[in-house]
């Protein structure tokens, strides 16, 4: 049973475009978030975190959303460059559950188009 | 100059042969996972450590064995019980124990296994 989804597994944006990736959770315990870009053949890298107890969290291009009321998060990446192909990965830790490694999605690959 | 060690890049082995894939860490983190990625699939837990001579099995851990005699070093090894092994292998560490909050997870560059 998939704790994270991410239900799209792939996009394609026009540069300069906003990109939207989405992501979805059905454990309540979970508390903190992060999104991971993925190139091909490399280890992800961390782009963005957000806690619950926040709903909002920018860093330069990237902004992520979360829901909680709809266990929901989004990242936003805006304008969206051809260095953001990539695979996206959205992951969720339970902090307050005692010592748990983070859950990941899927994945969702991100086509920029020139 | 620190981070995450995947040695080899590739790995190419006979069915049936076990076979070891090395991660070492120099950022002092106490926590170390392995993690397979299969087209689709996302990352899949295979074992994890949160201390030395300490680790615990994840969502896949059938076919694995991993030890953790070194906080530096969090060696996985593929066993022939192991029925598809071939995959991109990637390992990552936490600075806490817990890979939750305020402790970001790193990932070495990944060692992809095929098995012939």
């Known amino acids: 049973d998939q704790q994270v989804k991410q239900n799209s597994p792939s996009l394609s944006v026009q540069e300069g475009r906003i990109s939207i990736l989405n992501c979805d959770y059905t454990n309540s315990m979970f508390d903190y978030f992060l999104w991971y870009k993925k190139y091909p053949a490399e280890g992800p890298t961390f782009l963005i975190s957000?806690?619950?107890?926040?709903d909002k969290n920018e860093d330069g291009r990237f902004t992520v959303f979360l829901n909680k009321s709809a266990k929901h998060l989004s990242l936003h990446i805006v304008p969206s460059q051809p260095g953001d192909s990539a695979v996206y990965f959205c992951a969720a830790s339970a902090t307050n559950s005692g010592n748990t490694p983070l859950v990941f999605g899927k994945g969702t690959r991100l086509s920029v188009i020139a | 100059d620190g981070g995450i060690t995947q040695s080899p890049k590739y790995l190419f082995r006979k069915e049936g042969q076990n076979v070891t894939l090395s991660c070492e860490q120099n950022?002092?983190?106490?926590?170390m996972y392995w993690y397979r990625q299969d087209p689709g699939q996302g990352l899949r837990l295979i074992y994890y450590?949160?201390?030395?001579?300490?680790?615990q099995k994840g969502d896949i851990a059938e076919g694995y064995s991993v030890s953790r005699e070194k906080k530096e070093s969090f060696p996985l090894t593929v066993t022939s019980a192991q029925k598809n092994p071939t995959a991109f292998y990637l390992c990552a560490s936490t600075s806490g124990g817990t890979g939750g909050y305020a402790d970001t997870q790193y990932f070495g560059p990944g060692t992809r296994l095929t098995v012939l």
């Open positions: 450590s949160q201390i030395v001579n300490d680790f």
């Open positions: 950022l002092n983190h106490d926590a």
């Open positions: 957000i806690s619950s107890i926040k």
